[in-house]
């Protein structure tokens, strides 16, 4: 049995990145271009203009950064597959090449002795789908399904962890409700459709999956614990939808087969009915679920805020990271414990957990960035907590491996434990790369020892 103080020994320490946001070279070898390459490209879409075009060169230089997760010991790579690599037109003809990519850095990761959890949708979707609609089109369930019937069948001897979606939340209200990322739409009716449409894509993958695949599947979301400002009727109702939008919209229909009530309410005339046998493809059972988890919301009811009238209200003296997201440990135990609870108890991996922090100017060799180091301590506590009340957390990828594209917001937020320097590609460890490379080969010892902060 292991100490109640650490973390198992097969727990997985791993790093975690997405296509789009490293690989640079998003046309080489035949690729077809993604919903993310257009929106980009697109004036005024991203900050100061910026493209993945070369982010972090990875799709050359990748044999470099996976030594460099063997260096940090890290014994797992949450990495995800660019969709028009292997299919450019989304859907038939397959690439060879860009599927070959893929295989190299399967093997290369296995090589080092590193166990690779695979997504197959990080937001890139290919364009040639978005012009039939991307996931407002019903049929955008098979095509994901044929896609990663695909993969499933190129890499399914090697990769015994797949993750179908990332964030469908992200995917849709950035996407399709709000219009801050690709494809760029505002529309509150298209919303629940392709909210919907991802569910019974991923549903069907995984349909899809169990005929043929030898391993595990599941499901990666971002939530966000909703705490009530007040106890008043209104702040709990607010709080309410805000955590059926954020953090039932996807799990409901996945485990308990409905939605929950309140997006109907949300939603007002832009929700449709949707067929009951719907639901029979959504709820699959699943191996795991991924938890992405960054920050909190405390909640206060706003009529002014659309559509879901629940408006977050900001902790004044609480830290924040460039993105002006609460740090808040704690929530990271608090939604581990519900998701247990609510829908389980199931095997839980957290896939994200990181912060963007200005790194300042540093001298060559070593970059000291405390308050992400102190962020990663903070929440793999909470993480051990988590464990510590009984949830069967199996294991922890931090956001991200490198610094990265960081989608609307370009260049200009650092989430890595690895520095990249974008004009030489340099790549340098952080202090905080090295701290996480303690906890893990201690297995959470060096989170008590850790004082320094
Ligand atoms: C998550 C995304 C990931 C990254 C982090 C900061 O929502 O999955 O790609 O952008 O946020």
């Known amino acids: 049995m292991s100490e109640p103080t650490l973390f198992p020994p097969d727990f997985l320490w791993g790093a975690a990145t997405s296509a789009y946001q490293i690989e640079g070279s998003p046309l080489a070898d035949g690729a077809g271009p993604s919903i993310w390459h257009e929106f980009s490209h697109t004036p005024g879409r991203t900050r100061d203009g910026d493209t993945g075009d070369v982010a972090c060169d990875h799709y050359r230089r990748y044999p470099d950064d996976v030594a460099l997760l063997r260096e940090l010991g890290l014994n797992a790579y949450r990495f ?18 860009g599927l070959g990519f893929y295989e190299r850095l399967v093997d290369a990761v296995l090589e080092r002795g590193i166990q690779p959890m695979v997504t197959l949708y990080h937001w890139d979707l290919p364009a040639a789908l978005d012009r039939f609609g991307g996931w407002v089109n019903p049929d955008s369930a098979a095509w994901f399904a044929d896609y990663a019937q695909v993969l499933f069948r190129a890499l399914g001897d090697r990769v015994k962890l797949w993750v179908t979606l990332n964030e469908p939340w992200v995917v849709v209200d950035g ?16 919303a629940p459709l392709a909210a919907h449409n991802l569910l019974r894509a991923h549903g069907s993958a995984v349909q899809a999956y169990r005929a043929e695949g030898q391993h595990q599947i599941g499901l990666v979301v971002n ?12 702040d709990l109702s607010a709080t309410m939808r805000a955590d059926a939008y954020w953090n039932r919209h996807y799990l409901d229909p996945v485990f308990l087969g409905g939605y929950p009530p309140e997006l109907a309410e949300i939603f007002g005339q832009a929700w449709p009915d949707f067929p009951d046998s719907d639901f029979d493809v959504i709820r699959q059972p699943l191996d795991f679920v991924g938890v992405n988890y960054y920050s909190r919301q405390v909640v206060r009811h706003d009529p002014k805020d659309w559509p879901l009238a629940a408006a977050r209200v900001r902790q004044p003296r609480q830290t924040h990271t460039g993105l002006e997201w609460e740090v808040y440990p704690q929530g990271l135990t608090d939604i581990l414990e519900w998701v247990a609870g609510r829908y389980g108890p199931l095997p839980l991996y957290v896939t994200e957990n990181g912060a963007a922090f200005y790194d300042p100017p540093h001298a060559e060799g070593e970059i000291d960035d405390p308050l992400r180091r102190r962020y990663l301590r903070d929440h793999l506590r909470a993480a051990l907590e988590a464990r510590r009340k009984g949830v069967d957390l199996r294991g922890y990828f931090a956001w991200s ?12 937020q650092r989430f890595g434990l690895v520095h990249v320097d974008y004009v030489t590609q340099r790549r340098t460890p952080k202090a905080s790369a090295r701290f996480y490379a303690g906890v893990a080969r201690s297995r959470g010892a060096a989170l008590n020892a850790d004082r320094a902060l």
């Open 80 to 97: 995800s597959v660019a969709w028009g690599r292997v299919l450019p037109e989304g859907r038939g003809r397959i690439n060879p090449a």
């Open 175 to 190: 996407g399709y409700l709000h219009g801050v990322l690709a494809p760029g739409q505002r529309n509150p009716f298209a």
């Open 223 to 234: 939530l966000e614990p909703k705490y009530p400002a007040t106890e008043t009727v209104e």
């Open 401 to 412: 491996l490198l610094d990265n594209f960081e989608w609307a917001h370009g260049y200009s």
